[in-house]
């Protein structure tokens, strides 16, 4: 069996910019295993294709992340509902935005929206460092809490607003946003570093969202429109409850 899912995530070749003869993800030892192997499966038979990206979420157990009442849909390619009216992203739109990023080993990345911490802790696989910002106070406490009680102390979350960012420790390597936001936000293309890449869902609230791509280089902003996809709303300011 292991033999086997060696060989299908291997089917993808060497994707741009991975070593060469790196080792692919092994199928989890854990009661779980069998689903989790789908999981990963799943995620490459959809176009995943990039080993690193594979392994970090091979890396982090998603089952962490949701509320005991879905622990077992964990794995499922659906979103799911979290504390403060929030959702934890489907597992396909995690691996995707993830690639999409192309986050190298000696990145910075910043994170507007923690939520669950689930983006963070795959990302904390793969960058140098992550700085997380979310609005609700009980989310980012909770979310820090699990996140360092899995180990990934490269990760710093906090409360704050945002639409803002966190210019303090800019410039970024990589931003990712995982609210839907109506227009691009200005203040964190600021906040990214030439040549850097910023991904996040864009598009009204209550209308057609998709994943857009920004590449910032000396001489502009060059756009990509990406997949279509449902996020809740990037708003502004601190949450004044939970």
Same mark, same amino acid.
């Given at each position: 069996?292991?033999?086997?899912?060696?060989?299908?995530?291997?089917?993808?070749?060497?994707?741009?910019?991975?070593?060469?003869?790196?080792? =692919?993800?092994?199928?989890? $030892?854990?009661?779980?295993?069998? +689903? %989790?192997?789908?999981? *990963?499966?799943?995620?490459? @038979? !959809?176009?995943?294709?990039?080993?690193?990206?594979?392994?970090?979420?091979?890396?982090?157990?998603?089952?962490?992340?949701?509320?005991?009442?879905?622990?077992?849909?964990?794995?499922?390619?659906?979103?799911?509902?979290?504390?403060?009216?929030?959702?934890?992203?489907?597992?396909?739109?995690?691996?995707?935005?993830?690639?999409?990023?192309?986050?190298?080993?000696?990145?910075?990345?910043?994170?507007?929206?923690?939520?669950?911490?689930?983006?963070?802790?795959? =990302?904390?696989?793969?960058? $140098?460092?992550?700085?997380?910002? +979310? %609005?609700?106070?009980? *989310?980012?406490?909770?979310? @820090? !809490?699990?996140?360092?009680?899995?180990?990934?102390?490269?990760?710093?979350?906090?409360?704050?607003?945002?639409?803002?960012?966190?210019?303090?420790?800019?410039?970024?390597?990589?931003?990712?946003?995982?609210?839907?936001?109506?227009?691009?936000?200005?203040?964190?293309?600021?906040?990214?570093?030439?040549?850097?890449?910023?991904?996040?869902?864009?598009?009204?609230?209550?209308?057609?969202?998709?994943?857009?791509?920004?590449?910032?280089?000396?001489?502009?902003?060059?756009?990509?429109?990406?997949?279509?996809?449902?996020?809740?709303?990037?708003?502004?300011?601190?949450?004044?409850?939970?």
């Amino acid at each position: 069996m292991v033999g086997l899912f060696r060989r299908i995530l291997g089917g993808a070749g060497k994707d741009e910019g991975s070593g060469a003869g790196e080792t =692919l993800p092994s199928m989890p $030892q854990s009661d779980n295993g069998e +689903e %989790r192997m789908g999981f *990963l499966l799943g995620l490459r @038979r !959809r176009g995943i294709g990039s080993a690193d990206v594979l392994r970090a979420l091979d890396d982090v157990p998603r089952e962490k992340f949701v509320e005991a009442d879905f622990t077992e849909a964990a794995y499922a390619d659906q979103a799911l509902p979290i504390a403060c009216g929030q959702t934890i992203s489907q597992p396909f739109v995690v691996a995707y935005m993830t690639e999409q990023l192309d986050v190298q080993p000696e990145h910075r990345v910043l994170e507007i929206g923690t939520g669950s911490g689930y983006q963070a802790a795959v =990302l904390s696989r793969l960058a $140098q460092e992550v700085v997380s910002v +979310e %609005r609700f106070r009980t *989310l980012a406490e909770i979310a @820090r !809490r699990r996140l360092a009680s899995l180990g990934y102390d490269n990760v710093t979350v906090v409360v704050g607003d945002g639409v803002n960012g966190m210019p303090d420790r800019a410039p970024y390597d990589r931003i990712i946003v995982t609210a839907a936001a109506e227009t691009i936000p200005e203040e964190l293309l600021d906040q990214l570093a030439v040549g850097g890449v910023m991904i996040l869902p864009l598009g009204p609230h209550n209308g057609a969202q998709r994943i857009v791509k920004l590449t910032k280089t000396k001489d502009g902003v060059e756009r990509e429109d990406l997949i279509a996809v449902r996020f809740v709303p990037l708003l502004p300011g601190k949450a004044r409850e939970l």
